[in-house]
């Protein structure tokens, strides 16, 4: 289960009241003072997950407000020292659109990944427009106050073989841990020609595919370092049909995995009932834990008395697998932005594949607008979308199967403030009215992530302007509820410093920051990951996002679990 902490090490001291004191002495108590490891750590913390985890020791939000940079937000991607080196372990270039998954028996081992622009400022590949963007893949072992640094074997230049080669261009970093510790990476690749031999005849066209978008798995044993398996779950056909945006889930103790996605198709799709000038939400299933996968198949919510129901149309959607203790097994939602709502139903698991029943509930969201010169939120140009994100609470505990959704949210004109809004169900039926999460009026919250704890805690993180008059400058903050999503603690600003979004890119040469951050969480420990802009000029980056990651211990206690890695600390 999540968040089983390490055995205590020697490193594991008493709580101290004072509030800056040097560490515990491990070995010989005659040992000279200066070889034992020196921390800072407050005497107390005003409310759960509002303990930072730092390079020189546990601090409060008041103790990184304008405080030093890097200190209790670790930079996870590295500067770029020579661009005439190919090396991408010791270096790296941008990235953004970022995601992470914490290891369910070590809190302290953590991957992430990105959309990774390193490939261009060490070489002048650029395959997918101004750049070549690739899957980055980074990696700590202690806690996050470390990282390291690679990209997904097969990129152009790569020496090393992998499925992955003949492609240029990578999006949609999605990770998850599954019960033993296996990390499972998905992303699409798409522009480039296959190496491999395999083909597939596409359904509407007859051609053999062999470019085009691509889901696909890749699978790591060692947390994350390394990548040594990829496994192609589904194709596209760029004359056709063009895969974008997936997610998916893992059983847990089981080996079914599931995968929905958008395709955006140029031709009517050979799917009964599809409705014109739609993009259609498709899955693949896997029933011997990613070996093999289904063939891609209409998310088809069934009808109301059992009938084939109509193809569900939209994007981002995104499934969960809901706990024993409820009738069905997989959740789903995505978003209608032809009608402006979300939309939610239920699967079961058969034999055969899962058995989607009719969609039980809808709401509304007001989407994020945006016009020339502006992205919705503010003076700034980098894209930006409406999108619901899926959480479920599988604690056993009080709340135990109950559905979260949580977005961003913008009533009026393109130029009103916008806000993090929730909304709860514990059937899938009926839904709470719209909780805000943000505890300020001002300035504008938006791109939220969320997730559950083991005990049933509510994580939140999201980007965040009310720190800037001029309503530009990017903070990340977060919030947390130990009341199932009913009542949020104070607001937490995770960002030492704020940055400026437009100064990060995308392939096509446009500013991007990315469509998403991530958060992933033990019962110890809340992990947020996110693109920054703060080290934006330093040699050879005249622009660009890095990835940065902040660990939020759950209190003083879960030092127990922490403190070892300040006698550990070095490269991951």
Not at 190 to 214: K, L, W
Not at 310 to 328: C, I, K, T
Not at 441 to 447: A, H, P, R, T, V
């Amino acid at each position: 289960m999540r968040g089983v902490p390490r055995p205590l090490t020697l490193f594991a001291c008493l709580l101290f009241l004072a509030p800056v004191i040097a560490g515990c002495v491990t070995g010989d108590p005659d040992e000279e003072e200066e070889d034992a490891p020196r921390f800072v750590s407050p005497a107390s913390v005003d409310h759960p997950f509002s303990l930072f985890l730092c390079t020189d020791g546990y601090r409060t939000p008041e103790d990184i407000a304008n405080g030093t940079f890097d200190r209790c937000n670790h930079r996870v991607t590295k500067p770029l020292l020579d661009p005439n080196s190919t090396d991408v372990r010791g270096q790296h270039g941008p990235a953004n659109e970022v995601s992470i998954a914490v290891h369910p028996m070590d809190p302290l081992v953590a991957a992430g990944g990105g959309k990774d622009y390193t490939v261009s400022y060490v070489s002048d590949h650029a395959g997918c427009g101004e750049y070549t963007v690739w899957m980055g893949t980074y990696w700590t072992t202690d806690g996050g106050l470390t990282w390291g640094n690679d990209l997904m074997p097969g990129y152009p230049g790569d020496p090393r073989d992998s499925p992955l080669k003949g492609n240029d261009c990578h999006t949609d970093p999605v990770l998850v841990f599954d019960d033993d510790g296996t990390l499972w990476y998905s992303g699409l690749n798409y522009r480039g020609g296959r190496e491999d031999t395999q083909t597939v005849t596409h359904p509407a066209t007859g051609h053999d595919v062999y470019s085009g978008s691509q889901l696909y798995f890749a699978k790591s044993t060692d947390g994350g370092a390394t990548y040594p398996e990829v496994s192609f779950a589904a194709f596209g056909d760029n004359e056709v049909v063009f895969n974008d945006k997936q997610w998916y889930a893992l059983q847990p103790a089981g080996d079914h995995m599931i995968a929905t996605w958008s395709q955006f198709w140029t031709v009517a799709p050979p799917v009964t009932g599809y409705i014109a000038g739609n993009d259609l939400i498709v899955f693949v299933e896997s029933m011997d834990g990613g070996v093999t996968w289904s063939q891609e198949k209409p998310l088809r919510p069934g009808g109301d008395e059992g009938g084939v129901g109509v193809p569900a149309a939209g994007q981002f959607s995104m499934p969960q697998y809901l706990p024993a203790s409820q009738e069905n097994d997989i959740a789903v939602i995505w978003w209608d932005f032809s009608d402006g709502k979300v939309l939610y139903s239920e699967g079961i698991l058969t034999p055969g594949g899962t058995e989607f029943l009719p969609i039980q509930s809808t709401f509304p969201v007001n989407n994020l607008k945006s016009e020339p010169g502006r992205d919705g939120t503010g003076p700034s140009t980098f894209r930006l979308s409406t999108y619901p994100v899926l959480a479920l609470d599988t604690s056993g505990g009080a709340c135990d199967g109950r559905r979260y959704v949580v977005w961003a949210d913008q009533p009026g004109e393109v130029n009103s403030d916008t806000q993090v809004l929730l909304r709860w169900s514990d059937d899938g039926l009926d839904w709470s009215p719209p909780i805000t999460v943000n505890d300020v009026e001002s300035g504008d919250q938006f791109m939220p992530w969320i997730d559950v704890d083991p005990e049933g805690g509510v994580h939140i993180a999201w980007y965040d302007r009310r720190n800037d008059a001029e309503n530009r400058l990017l903070d990340v903050y977060y919030a947390y509820s130990d009341t199932c999503g009913d009542g949020f603690h104070p607001n937490v600003r995770l960002t030492e410093t704020n940055f400026d979004g437009d100064l990060a890119h995308h392939q096509s040469g446009s500013t991007f920051i990315g469509d998403y951050i991530g958060v992933d969480t033990t019962a110890t420990s809340a992990h947020i990951i996110w693109a920054d802009t703060r080290h934006t000029g330093e040699g050879g980056r005249e622009k660009g996002s890095d990835v940065y990651a902040a660990t939020l211990l759950r209190d003083l206690s879960a030092r127990a679990t922490f403190d070892a890695v300040f006698g550990t600390t070095g490269e991951a």
